[in-house]
């Protein structure tokens, strides 16, 4: 039985990557019927796209949101860094989805401001090309660390994520998760926001906190390339959904390793490494065959 939801948001999705999550995604979708539901930024790779690599799952994804809009879903598209080029056609709206750049929303009577948060991000603002390196990297380690788990899981060992581990232990890493969610309380606060909802980081969070100029709810979706966790909104509360930590993700583990193995049986991390973007024409190539 799906759960009904008035609004839900995901991000950093980050459809066309080995690091994506689509079946897990698809099965989350699948479980839930929401009004409104918010994709905040980074939904397509456009930096990482191959017309190469785009998995039946990926494109059940879009078809999934697609087909929840026609059924009366409101989907709001949030632009981020890694899907930057549809920002040429922000404000446009098709049917029940509506392409935007940030959004702002009331609820309640409370303030909502809704935005990726890739403008806080230094390295997409001063080098974007340092920024497509850096997320080539983030793929790379992505597809080493599910192959590394595999072989970890098979002699017994729990799985580790090595992105986490560099978070957690590489202190400009830490300072900059820090610094990201206090420059977004402290602007919300200013602005007279009592809510700012952000991705980008891949760090979930549901909390409140204090500014300079007074409290702010902060609020984070995560991502569904480790994380898998959404925000949830029903009887006037905030909740982060994790898909790890659900029913939802029973069997999932077995088919996990049938992915890494194939992965694994079909590509090197040279030949990860050595495909080139294509094009946003070849994305669109794609959704019309």
């Known amino acids: 039985m799906k759960r009904i939801l008035p609004l839900v948001v995901i991000s950093d999705i980050h459809l ?9 995604l698809l099965a989350y979708l699948n479980s839930i019927e929401v009004e409104t539901l918010i994709i905040n930024g980074d939904f397509i790779d456009f930096w990482q796209f191959k017309k190469s690599y785009f ?17 009366g879903t409101k989907v709001f598209y949030i ?6 080029r549809l920002r040429s056609f922000s404000d446009v709206s098709l049917g029940n989805i509506h392409l935007r750049d940030k959004l702002i ?9 809704i935005f990726h948060g890739d403008v806080f991000d230094a390295s997409v603002r001063i080098s974007p090309l340092l920024a497509k390196m850096g997320g080539k990297g983030y793929d790379w380690l992505i597809v080493l660390n599910r192959w590394v788990n595999n072989i970890r899981v098979k002699l017994g060992y729990p799985k580790m994520s090595f ?12 300072k900059f998760i820090g610094d990201f969610e206090k420059l977004a309380c402290n602007l919300a606060a200013k602005q007279g926001y009592d809510y700012v909802i952000c991705g980008h980081i891949h760090e979930s969070a549901n909390r409140i906190e204090d500014t300079p100029n007074g409290k702010v709810h902060y609020l984070n979706s995560g991502d569904w390339v480790e994380s898998l966790t959404s925000l ?5 509360k905030w909740t982060v959904f994790n898909f ?21 049986s079909k590509s ?3 030949d990860v490494l050595k495909q080139e973007d294509q094009s946003i024409v070849d994305f669109l190539n794609i959704i019309k065959n």
Not at 55 to 71: A, C, D, F, G
Not at 163 to 174: E, G
């Open 105 to 113: 929303l009331r609820l309640n009577n409370e303030k909502y401001w």
């Open 79 to 84: 632009t981020g860094n890694h899907d930057d």
């Open 55 to 71: 998995p039946e799952s990926h494109l059940k994804v879009i078809q999934k949101i697609i087909k929840m809009s026609t059924n």
């Open 163 to 174: 992105s986490r581990k560099i978070k957690s232990s590489v202190k400009k890493a830490v």
């Open 16 to 24: 066309g990557t080995y690091g994506c999550h689509a079946d897990e």
């Open 268 to 270: 090197s991390i040279e």
């Open 232 to 236: 949830e909104y029903d009887n006037h």
């Open 244 to 264: 790890m930590d659900s029913a939802l993700y029973d069997g999932f583990e077995v088919k996990q390793k049938a992915q890494a193995e194939e992965l694994i």
